[in-house]
C-alpha cells in the first residue's frame, strides 16, 4: 500500500470513530430527556427508534461540527 492510502484509511477510521462518539454522546444526553411528554408510550419500540433517530441525527451533526472545525483549525498556521 502505498502512503496516501494508509493516511486516508487512517482518516476515513478517524473520522468513523468520532461520529460514532458523537452518536453514542447524543444518546448517553437524551437519556435525561423527558420523552413521555412527547409519545403515548415511552417504552415501546416507536418510541425508542424515534429516540436513535435523533441520537443519529444529533451525534452526526456535532461529529461533523467538531470535524469541520478541527480541519479549519489547521488552516489558521497559514495566516499566522
Known sequence: MSGIAI?????AIAYLIVILLGILLAWW???AFRFDIFVKE???LKAR????IFAVVLGYNLAR???DYAYFASFMS???
Do not use: G, H, R, Y
Open 7 to 11: 493516511e486516508t484509511a487512517a482518516q
Open 29 to 31: 444526553a437524551l437519556q
Open 42 to 44: 415511552p417504552k415501546s
Open 49 to 52: 427508534v424515534l429516540q436513535l
Open 65 to 67: 461540527f467538531l470535524l
Open 78 to 80: 497559514w495566516i499566522v
